[in-house]
C-alpha cells in the first residue's frame, strides 16, 4: 500500500468500534514480537483526564534536551494523522507509515478478531520506534488506563495528571471510578507520579492502588517556577512539575539548564495557542480544562477583557457547563458543528445555551470555521476558539491555510 491506501484501510477499521482491554494488543505485539525489542528501554506511561498529551510533550522535549532519542506517541492528532507519532520532535513518514501498516494488514487479514483502529496505530508507533532505535519512549494513554492498549506496555514510570469527568459511559460517573480506571496503569514496584491538587478522592484512590501494588506515589506540591516557559496558564506550570519530576526518575542526571531548555522549546499546538494577533485556539472539551482556560484567560488578559467566543462540541460533552463557565469571558457566542459525525448541530448547542448560565450572552452561528471568521461574523476583538480538539485542528488547518494562501500571494 502507498500512504493514502494504508490511510484509508486504518481509518476502516474504526468500523470494529472502540474495545477496551489488552488482550488484542498483546496478541498483535507478540505477532510483531515487539516485547523482547521493548526490554532495554525506558518507558513514559501517561494517564489523566486533561494535561495528559502537555505532560507528555514538556517529557519529550526535556529528554531530547539531554541528547537522549525520544520517542513521543499521543492522540487524537489536530491535523494530520502523523502527528501522533514523533521521533526527536519529527512525524513519522508517509514512507514508514505505509510500510508498517502494510506489515500488520497482512499479519491480522485473517484474524477472527480483527485490531481496532487505536491498537493498530500503537503497535504502529512501538515498532517503529524499536526500529529507530529510541532509548525513551513517551506514551500517552487514549483513554482511561486499566484497559487502554497502551497498558501493555513496561512502564519504567507511571504519570496521573489531573482527573476529572469525561468518557462517562465507559470510565464511570464518578471521580472515584474514573480514578480507579486511570489507576490501572500503576505497576508492581513501579513509581508513579501525581499532583497534590487532586481531588482528596482521587488522591485516595490512588494512594490505595499504590499500596496494593508496593510502589511509591510520588505526589508533585506545587507549580513549576520557569523563565520563558513556553506554555500559557496555572495549569501548565503543574503539568511541567509532573513533567520534571517523572523526568527526573528516569534521567537521573537531569540538569537545570536541560528542564529550562526543554520547557522553553517545547511544542504543543491548540493549547491557548495564540495566531494572527487577536484569534487564541484552545482545545478544552470537558468543565475542567474549560475552568483552566478561563483562569488563563484572565491571567494573561485580566478580569475584563472579553472575547467572541467560536465553539463547538462533540455530542458525548457537558455543553451546558462549559458554556455557563465561558460566561465568563464571553462577549457573545458564534456557533459551528464539528465536520466530525459526533458534532453537535448548531441547534443543539444553542439549545445548551438556553440552560446554562450563559443564556443572556447573544451569539450567532456559523457553518464552519472559515465562515465563522469573517468579519461580519467577528469583530476586532479577542476570539477564541474552543470546545473541542477536534474543532482546534480544524481551526489551525485554517491558519495554515490562510499562511500558505499569503505566502503564494507574496511570490
Known amino acids: 500500500m502507498d500512504y493514502d491506501e494504508a490511510i484509508d484501510w486504518l481509518y476502516g477499521t474504526q468500523l470494529f468500534g472502540i474495545k477496551l482491554g489488552l488482550e488484542g494488543t498483546r496478541r498483535l505485539f507478540d505477532a510483531l514480537d515487539l516485547f523482547p525489542q521493548l526490554e532495554n528501554r525506558v518507558v513514559v506511561h501517561v494517564a489523566g483526564t486533561n494535561g495528559k498529551g502537555s505532560v507528555c510533550a514538556m517529557i519529550d522535549s526535556i ?21 501522533r507519532i514523533r521521533i526527536d520532535g519529527c512525524m513519522i513518514s508517509e514512507t514508514e507509515v505505509a510500510a508498517i501498516l502494510t506489515e500488520l494488514r497482512d499479519q ?15 503497535a504502529l508507533a512501538v515498532k517503529y520506534f524499536c526500529q529507530q532505535n529510541v532509548e525513551v519512549l513517551v506514551m500517552e494513554t487514549g483513554m482511561g488506563g486499566r484497559l487502554d492498549a497502551t497498558n501493555v506496555l513496561p512502564s519504567s514510570v507511571s504519570v496521573i495528571t489531573s482527573i476529572g469527568l469525561d468518557h462517562q459511559q465507559w470510565l464511570g460517573e464518578d471521580l472515584r471510578s474514573v480514578a480507579r480506571e486511570k489507576s490501572g496503569i500503576i505497576k508492581s514496584g513501579i513509581p508513579v507520579i501525581t499532583s497534590a491538587c487532586q481531588d482528596e ?54 540538569t537545570e539548564k536541560n528542564i529550562g531548555k526543554g520547557l522553553s522549546e517545547v511544542n504543543w499546538p491548540g493549547r491557548f495557542d495564540l495566531r494572527e494577533g487577536n484569534l487564541i485556539i484552545d482545545g478544552a472539551h470537558n468543565p475542567a ?3 483552566a482556560l478561563v483562569t488563563t484567560w484572565q491571567e494573561e488578559y485580566g478580569q475584563d477583557q472579553k472575547a467572541t467566543i467560536v465553539f463547538a462540541a462533540a455530542d458525548s460533552k457537558e455543553v451546558s457547563s462549559m458554556l455557563s463557565i465561558l460566561a465568563m469571558i464571553a462577549a457573545n457566542f458564534i456557533f459551528v458543528k464539528l465536520s466530525a459525525k459526533r458534532g453537535l ?26 465562515d ?7 469583530s476586532d476583538d479577542l476570539i477564541l476558539i474552543t470546545g473541542s480538539l477536534f474543532l482546534a485542528g480544524e481551526a489551525l488547518s485554517h491558519c495554515e491555510q490562510q499562511t500558505s494562501n499569503f505566502e503564494t500571494s507574496e511570490q
Not at 539531554?66 to 489536530?78: A, D, E, I, V, Y
Not at 491480522?108 to 500503537?122: D, G
Open 108 to 122: 491480522v487479514s485473517s484474524w477472527e478478531s480483527h485490531p481496532t483502529f487505536f491498537e493498530l496505530t500503537l
Open 289 to 291: 480544562a474549560m475552568t
Open 372 to 378: 465563522a471568521l469573517k468579519p461580519s461574523q467577528c
Open 345 to 370: 448541530e448548531t441547534d443543539a448547542l444553542t439549545a445548551a445555551l438556553q440552560q446554562s448560565a450563559a443564556s443572556r450572552i447573544p451569539h450567532l452561528t456559523a457553518i464552519d470555521v472559515p
Open 201 to 254: 478522592e482521587v488522591l485516595d484512590v490512588l494512594q490505595q492502588y499504590a499500596n496494593k501494588h508496593h510502589t511509591q506515589l510520588h505526589s508533585v506540591q506545587a507549580a513549576a517556577k520557569i523563565n520563558g516557559f513556553a506554555l500559557k496558564g496555572p495549569h501548565q506550570r503543574l503539568n511541567a512539575a509532573l513533567a520534571v519530576a517523572a523526568t527526573k526518575i528516569i534521567l537521573p542526571k537531569l
Open 63 to 83: 529528554t531530547r534536551a539531554t541528547g537522549k532519542r525520544s520517542g513521543l506517541f499521543t492522540s487524537p492528532h489536530l491535523i494530520c494523522f502523523r502527528e
